[in-house]
Nanobody
Framework: QVQPVESGGGLVQAGGSLRVSCKAS???????????MAWYRQPPGKQRELVAT???????TYVDSVKGRFTISRDNANKKIHLQMNDMKPEDTTIYYC????????WGQGTQVTVSP
C-alpha cells in the first residue's frame, strides 16, 4: 500500500510563507505519474477539504480560499508534490495531507501548519 509522507509544516506569522512537501515512496513511478495528485486539509471538527489538485502534466486547480496565495507543483521523477503557501492567514491553520485526487492512497499523518495572527 502507498502511504505518502508529508513534511515541511510549522509555525508562521500571518502574511508569511511555508512550503509543504509530500513523497509517495512506495508508489510505482508510472502509477504516481498517471495520477491527479492533491493537497487536502482538515480543520478540527470539520470535514477534510480539497485544497489544490495537479494533473500529471502539472495543470493546477485551487479552492477559492487559496487562489492567488498557494501554488501546487509536482516532481514526477521523485514521486513528490509540493504546496507553496504565501500570504498565509490564521484560517489556514490545520493539518495538511496529500493523496490522489480520489483519495486512493492510504492517508498519512499529515503535517501541521499553524499561522499566528
Amino acid at each position: 500500500q502507498v502511504q505518502p509522507v508529508e513534511s515541511g509544516g510549522g509555525l508562521v506569522q500571518a502574511g508569511g510563507s511555508l512550503r509543504v512537501s509530500c513523497k509517495a515512496s512506495r508508489a510505482i513511478t508510472s502509477v504516481f505519474n498517471s495520477k491527479i495528485m492533491a493537497w487536502y486539509r482538515q480543520p478540527p471538527g470539520k470535514q477534510r477539504e480539497l485544497v489544490a489538485t495537479i494533473t500529471r502534466l502539472s495543470s493546477p486547480t485551487y479552492v477559492d480560499s487559496v487562489k492567488g496565495r498557494f501554488t501546487i507543483s509536482r516532481d514526477n521523477a521523485n514521486k513528490k508534490i509540493h504546496l507553496q503557501m504565501n500570504d498565509m492567514k490564521p484560517e489556514d491553520t490545520t493539518i495538511y495531507y496529500c493523496n490522489t485526487g480520489k483519495g486512493e492512497f492510504t492517508w498519512g499523518q499529515g503535517t501541521q501548519v499553524t499561522v499566528s495572527p
